[in-house]
Nanobody, 112 residues
Framework: QVQLAESGGGLVQPGGSLRLSCAAS?????????WDWYRQAPGKQRELVAR???????SYADSVKGRFTISRDNAKNTVYLEMNSLKPEDTAVYYC?????WGQGTQVSVSS
């Protein structure tokens, strides 16, 4: 049984920053898994925004490249998404994913 617990979402002004965390619990070895961050805005498809592989390689959607950074701490069974220079179009529910397991989602709202 694997459970992913997300935190760090909230309301931020344009240009601000947030750091999302997703901690995995259960009988797992997190270093064996790729971690993803997805987001979904109302009426939109869920989209992949960042990925970190089991080997530490990272990739980003063009819309967030240069602004978001994904990282992982295997000792803490946690993945992070550092979001800088936030824009209103970043507003969405953000989901972490480890392998085929999903977190519950956390709301990020960027507004004045």
């Amino acid at each position: 049984q694997v459970q992913l617990a997300e935190s760090g979402g909230g309301l931020v002004q344009p240009g601000g920053s947030l750091r999302l965390s997703c901690a995995a619990s259960g009988s797992i070895t997190t270093r064996l898994y790729a971690w993803d961050w997805y987001r979904q805005a109302p009426g939109k498809q869920r989209e992949l925004v960042a990925r970190i592989s089991s080997g530490g390689s990272t990739s980003y959607a063009d819309s967030v490249k240069g602004r978001f950074t994904i990282s992982r701490d295997n000792a803490k069974n946690t993945v992070y998404l550092e979001m800088n220079s936030l824009k209103p179009e970043d507003t969405a529910v953000y989901y972490c994913k480890m392998g085929n397991d999903w977190g519950q989602g956390t709301q990020v709202s960027v507004s004045s």
